[in-house]
């Protein structure tokens, strides 16, 4: 049996994420990532108007997705990654909502409210198994009918996967970010109510990160 995770551990992030976003007012940077690009084309094609991105951090790829045409609400539990996306929106003079929430709580907004949903490493943050499980449940109780899902997250390929401090569930921890790594197994069961429609593993940084992409459809209520 894994290691139970430590809940003051998974807590403690938030405190982690605020501090961490203050000390580094453009830590990602300011150009679209690659997983921004690829779910710009996809949701171009769907004709998808609104969309919902969860983990939104200091706007690295909310400020793209909105100059594409989409309608952006960004979500994140750190007050001061908002607070960038804020300011960056009057600058810009940028529609774009923001959104104070925990993930791991019910999403705040009304059923069938977006067309889309994105997300760039949110998932593999630290979440539990079942803390990712109800949050699916919940961005498909928030989409419309047929509705999309980019996300990605760090595969279990990853250099740092079982490096670092275990944490349980497969969540490890280094330099005090504590990362969930995802297996394909973990991937099917996270598509439970959607269609998986493609997948693709990349790269991403120095080290580099290795990831996978998934895009998944939420299928209709009565599927």
Known sequence: M????????????RSHWDSTLDANT????????EAAQAATARFRAEGVGTVLELGAGQGRDTFPLSEAGFAVTAVDYSE?????????????????ATCSCDVREALPFPDASFDACYSHMLFCMALTTAELHHLGAEIRRVLTPGGLVFYTARTTDDAHSGAGTTR???????????????????????????????RFEFEEGGLPRR?????????????
């Open 80 to 96: 001061i990654g908002l607070a960038r996306i804020q300011g960056r929106a009057r600058e810009l003079d940028a529609a774009v």
């Open 168 to 198: 349980g569930d497969d969540m490890f921890e280094q330099g005090g970010f504590v990362v969930h790594f995802f297996s394909p197994t973990l991937v099917e069961e996270l598509a439970e109510g959607f269609e998986i429609l493609d």
């Open 2 to 13: 894994s290691e139970q995770p430590d809940r003051s551990v998974l807590d403690a992030q």
């Open 26 to 33: 453009d830590m990602f940077g300011l150009e679209p990532s």
């Open 211 to 223: 990831l996978v992409a998934v895009t998944m459809r939420r299928r209709p209520d009565d599927d």
